[in-house]
């Protein structure tokens, strides 16, 4: 059974920081690129950031240069750092993986 599980989020002042987790079980992780997905109040789900089974990462423009993408295969791990938080940056944050999704974390940055 694949799982994936996000933990991490909470309430953050502008400009604070947060570090989301998303621990994956159930398919080989080494094999699995991970997609991070953002979904603001009222809004549709959004990609935000990518991390292929390599390592390297990508990301949209809206959180380039603020937030880094990581994996640990050992531990069958994935972490998002957020950086520079803004108020836009609210929303439920959601890591995937193939077509399974976890239940995503409430991140809310206050002004």
């Known amino acids: 059974q694949v799982k994936l599980v996000e933990s991490g989020g909470g309430l953050v002042q502008s400009g604070g920081s947060l570090k989301l987790s998303c621990a994956v079980s159930?398919?080989?992780?080494?094999?699995?690129?991970i997609d991070w997905y953002h979904q603001a109040p009222g809004k549709q789900r959004e990609l935000i950031a990518s991390?292929?089974?390599?390592?390297?990462?990508n990301y949209v423009d809206s959180v380039k240069d603020r937030f880094t993408l990581s994996r640990d295969t050992a531990e069958n791990m994935v972490y998002l750092q957020m950086n520079s938080l803004k108020p836009e940056d609210t929303g439920v944050y959601y890591c995937?993986?193939?077509?399974?999704w976890g239940q995503g974390t409430q991140v809310t940055v206050s002004s």
């Open positions: 991390i292929s089974i390599d390592g390297s990462p």
């Open positions: 159930g398919l080989t992780f080494r094999f699995a690129p």
């Open positions: 995937r993986a193939q077509i399974f």
